[in-house]
């Protein structure tokens, strides 16, 4: 056999058992996650009625499965008003997010003014100003959206200044070298590189924008699944108190994959750089 054959036959078996490695690589994220969350519910399935503990306290999931099917038209009903929310809360935390972060990305002197206050007002516990807001905008929707949207921009601000900050250097030469505009720039060059970074800041802000319409349902709602989460364990029916937690994590889930699914599309349509392992 020649080397050319040999090379060429090397190169052919190489192929397929790369394939191979993708795939069980891919198959092995896929079922990793699905298998530690079965193997966390089995245990508790058999644990919790072992342990003796009492139902007011723990249920096992058979139980919370139990209380979501008796009970879902009611969670459901209860889960719009959440869902709404958390929905205008992640749209007006992504706006302003997205435009502070571009504004302290385009000048030093805005991000000296800006910068350290958003990190000072970032650090104080934000369960501790949940009463203010209500004080500030009453007990209603816009206390809520103003506590989401508080809690929820500052990932978004960050990940888009870091981003936009981020631009190769030579790209930037590049567009200097054929006399673009800034403008030019930005469309062309900034902003989709910038784009990973955006939606990292994205995926963060609406996992944060669910926490901050819950919360706000605890303290100022008479609907939504705060709310029914707040009632149900002051009653001590922990069942239901769990569906309700877990239909708000069906929701925060859904909405993340969305996200993802949204930055899959952008990505690929603008070109950007697909951050590594990321959709591998």
């Known amino acids: 056999m020649s080397i050319a054959a ?9 192929v397929p058992r790369a394939g191979r490695r993708w795939r069980l690589g891919g198959l092995r994220r896929l079922i990793l996650a699905p298998l530690f969350f079965l193997a966390v519910m089995v245990a508790l399935e058999i644990g919790v009625p072992l342990s003796g503990v009492s139902s007011m306290t723990m249920v096992p999931p058979s139980a919370v499965i139990e209380a979501l099917q008796q009970h879902y038209a009611i969670l459901l009903q209860q889960a719009v008003p959440t869902l709404k929310e958390v929905v205008m809360g992640f749209a007006l935390a992504s706006l302003l997010g997205i435009v502070l972060g571009a504004a302290i990305a385009s000048s030093e002197r805005v991000r000296q003014a800006l910068y350290p206050n958003m990190v000072f007002f970032q650090v104080i516990p934000k369960i501790a100003l949940a009463p203010l807001f209500i004080v500030w905008l009453g007990v209603g929707t ?139």
């Open 142 to 280: 816009p206390s809520r959206l103003a506590f989401a949207v508080f809690i929820a921009f500052f990932p978004i601000a960050v990940s888009t200044a870091t981003g936009l900050s981020s631009t190769s250097r030579d790209a930037l030469r590049l567009c200097r070298s054929l006399t673009a505009s800034p403008w030019q720039t930005f469309l062309a060059v900034r902003f989709p590189y910038a784009v990973p970074y955006i939606f990292a800041g994205l995926k963060v802000g609406v996992t944060m924008s669910v926490i901050g319409i819950v919360v706000g349902e605890f303290v100022t709602a008479q609907a939504g699944l705060g709310y029914i989460v707040m009632f149900t364990s002051s009653a001590a029916e922990t069942a239901l108190a769990l569906s309700a937690i877990l239909l708000l994590c069906g929701i925060g889930v859904g909405l993340f994959l969305l996200v993802s699914l949204a930055e899959f599309v952008v990505v690929r349509r603008l070109g950007a750089p697909i951050p590594a392992g990321e959709f591998a």
């Open 6 to 14: 040999a090379d060429k036959t090397t190169a052919t078996e190489t």
